[in-house]
């Protein structure tokens, strides 16, 4: 072993006060929405980034924060019960309700917010590709400071690595030095895919709806599976199947299975977008909607 980082002595209570605690995993929850909003307020004040594509207005956004921290919270938790601990959650189902104890899956919160996303569009009357793309562009905020959140709290460590210089040891992953896999997934899947998200939008703005909503999924799903190689697989599941592949040994984990219809979805979009299929056809869709000026009177990003 070259060497070992000690886990920083971080308590994962950010705030006490009496028998109220606040932990810096909800802080980082809080965080990715309060950032999503807050950009997701200056794209669609940009008139630059939407052609003839119908724009949500400010007060849309204001609105639609609470639709999506709807549907990440449920999906979230339900998403972990189907996917990763079902026997144990039909043994003991009033455990569901017992969030404060752990057990979110990205892909479940993913699907929650989607289907948020589609209600809120529907029920406002915007075009269900626009609010996906708007989506798109700014969860990467929420992942990025979620997985930090994951290396706080000194779960979903890595693989064990006894010959890298900077393995971590972390109090609940045993003595050995293993991957900080959830910086690594912060790194990719929060700040890179930020960043190519960010340069999406500037290219090719909301104009071809469905576009920057594929190239996230098709980007997470890659960014994910690669990060996967470093992570250890949930306990209760372990490897699903092939116990040797890929440079550090182990196999096919739950998070690579459930990439894989997500690239393809991603691929999908993308296709579609470039045809031209997505463009919008129905008049409330392709009107123009003012945006709610400024105190000053100014409209401009």
């Not at 809080?30 to 997701?40: D, E, K, P, S, V």
């Not at 996967?228 to 116990?243: A, I, K, M, S």
Request: glycine share 12%.
């Amino acid at each position: 072993m070259l060497f070992a980082l000690p886990f920083p002595a971080i308590d994962p209570v950010a705030v006490a006060i009496g028998p109220i605690t606040i932990k810096w995993y909800a802080l980082a929850y809080i965080a990715g929405l309060i950032g999503g909003w807050f950009y997701a307020r200056r794209l669609v004040m940009a008139e630059r980034y939407w052609g003839v594509v119908r724009r949500p207005t400010t007060v849309d956004i204001d609105d639609m924060i609470v639709w999506v921290a709807l549907g990440v919270v449920l999906g979230g938790r339900i998403g972990y019960v189907l996917f990763y601990n079902l026997p144990m959650y039909l043994d003991d189902p009033m455990e569901i309700l017992a969030i404060r104890n752990g057990g979110m899956s990205f892909h479940g919160g993913f699907l929650g917010a989607v289907l948020a996303m589609l209600l809120f569009a529907r029920s406002r009357k915007l075009g269900g590709y626009t609010a996906l793309d708007l989506a798109a562009v700014v969860v990467p905020i929420g992942l990025f400071f979620g997985r930090i959140a994951n290396f706080v709290n000194g779960e979903l460590w890595g693989r064990v690595a006894p010959d890298f210089a900077y393995a971590v040891v972390f109090p609940t992953g045993g003595p050995l030095p293993r991957h900080p896999s959830q910086l690594y997934e912060a790194a990719t899947e929060g700040l890179l895919l930020f960043i190519v998200m960010a340069l999406a939008v500037n290219r090719f703005g909301f104009r071809k709806p469905g576009l920057l909503g594929g190239i996230f999924v098709l980007g997470y799903a890659v960014a994910r599976t690669v990060c996967e190689l470093f992570r250890e697989p949930d306990r209760q599941l372990g490897y699903l199947f092939g116990d040797h592949l890929g440079p550090l040994g182990g196999g096919v984990t739950m998070g690579m299975l459930l990439c894989v219809p997500m690239a393809l979805v991603g691929l999908v979009f993308i296709g579609l977008a470039a045809r031209g299929v997505t463009r919008p056809r129905h008049p409330a869709e392709a009107a123009p909607v003012p945006v709610a000026p400024a105190p000053d009177g100014s409209v401009r990003p």
